[in-house]
């Protein structure tokens, strides 16, 4: 089934005065084990979008198109957590994916860690927010000699609330490293006045759900449990001195070239968006609870990205020339395997022979890969995202 990209999505819940309780116990749940398999480039089975081909001028500071910056909080610092959307260098480059080529050849304009072209979300929600994108968990674990103080990225390409298909750190270890790391720093008092936690999980649960066999008669149960693990986990946070808080909105699954692909990249898939929804509403329905439960000082957001998204594509079809080429490509991605055995990266062993092809201009694509946005893409949404980000301020 599939449905044209008219998109909408719940509104933002607002904050309230309370305490969260915070002796809440955690949901141990794991819905997957499969540790051993590595990620393919295109699969890593991460959070996914959609579409517009807006020209900007990009620089390392650079933040969403029509909006200016921020102004520089020096003292900011922003904590990072989920997968692959906000990954900007976690994941290992003994597996490849995002540490080969054609990754990274917009910015830095070699491999760098992110699974797009260039800059991922997270660069822009710091630009945003008027801080820089904080040094990965990896980096500075392994000695880099980088500064801490605009906080730290645990994010990790391919993972969930829960255990997924790949064999990284999921959003509860994210959490334990990031304990560890206010520990060590012992600065859990300068966290409560400086200090934003952004999080973006829950398309790689989903995901690894349906590869294991299940159906959409218990999706129920784990949207549920996915609910109450990620809400313990924010109470972590909470607890570990951080009082402002985003999280993202699934964005319409729908929309992915790996579930557009069968309709020649010209329609969404409903089957896929309906998750997406449901999964939202659910998520409007926690966050408010948690602002309800929260004193003054605290704020709860939600990151719309479904709704971002969504307008980053009718933006996208109203500005378009309406030559057949733009309107057919307009949700195919930028870099795909020369057959559906292989994808964005992928080099044939032995001859080194590449299997992929890349567009002719990036910057002309929302997508980068089957899965990931472009630059151009996350630059795109990131304009959409500037009012709610602010509350974080």
Not at 141 to 168: C, H, L, P, R, W
Request: net charge neutral; charged share 15%.
């Amino acid at each position: 089934m599939n449905t044209k990209t008219t998109l909408h999505m719940s509104q933002q819940s607002t904050t309230t005065t309370t305490r969260p309780n915070l002796k809440s116990k955690p949901t141990h749940t794991h819905w997957s084990s499969l540790d051993s398999l590595a990620m393919e480039p295109q699969t890593s089975l991460a959070l996914f979008c959609l579409m517009t081909s807006i020209t900007a001028v990009i620089c390392d500071k650079t933040v969403s198109v029509g909006t200016r910056p921020h102004h520089r909080r020096h003292n900011l610092k922003l904590f990072v957590f989920g997968d692959s959307y906000v990954d900007t260098g976690n994941w290992p480059k003994s597996y490849g994916g995002s540490w080969q080529q054609p990754y990274g050849s917009t910015f830095p304009g070699n491999p760098s860690g992110r699974f797009s072209d260039g800059r991922v979300l997270t660069d822009y929600i710091a630009g945003i927010l008027g801080t820089k994108s904080p040094v990965t968990y990896r980096g500075w674990k392994s000695g880099e000699k980088k500064s801490i103080k605009y906080g730290m990225n645990f994010a990790y390409g391919g993972t969930g609330v829960f255990d997924t298909m790949v064999n990284q750190p999921n959003m509860t270890t994210q959490i334990d490293f990031f304990r560890q790391f206010v520990d060590q720093q012992k600065q859990d008092q300068q966290l409560n006045s400086s200090s934003i936690a952004i999080i973006s999980l829950a398309g790689n649960d989903y995901a690894t759900y349906f590869t294991s066999n299940h159906t959409l008669q218990d999706l129920q149960d784990l949207t549920k449990s996915m609910m109450d693990q990620l809400v313990y986990n924010v109470k972590r946070i909470y607890e570990l001195g951080v009082r402002k808080i985003g999280i993202t909105a699934m964005e319409p699954l729908g929309c992915l070239p790996q579930f557009t692909v069968s309709s020649s990249y010209q329609n969404c898939s409903e089957t896929e968006n309906s998750l997406a929804e449901f999964h939202n509403q659910m998520l409007v329905e926690n966050v408010k609870k948690l602002n309800n439960e929260s004193d003054d000082k605290s704020v709860f957001v939600i990151i719309d990205l479904y709704k971002a998204f969504s307008s980053s594509l009718n933006l996208q079809q109203n500005i378009s020339t309406g030559s057949s080429k733009m309107e057919s490509g307009l949700l195919k991605p930028c870099c795909q395997g020369v057959t559906k055995e292989y994808s964005c990266g992928n080099i044939e062993e032995g001859t080194k022979v590449m299997k992929y092809s890349v567009c002719p201009n990036p910057n002309d694509s929302f997508f980068w890969d089957m899965i990931h946005p472009s630059q151009q893409g996350w630059l795109a949404v990131s304009s959409h995202l500037r009012s709610s980000l602010l509350q974080l301020v």
